[in-house]
């Protein structure tokens, strides 16, 4: 499923910022 590997990956690309912004 597409949609799930999608939200994945945009769950760890808000991850990333998140830490990013610490």
């Known amino acids: 499923m597409p949609g799930v590997v999608g939200n994945i990956w945009l769950y ?11």
């Not at 760890?12 to 610490?22: D, F, G, T, Y």
């Open 12 to 22: 760890i690309c808000i991850a990333i910022k998140m830490e990013s912004l610490l």
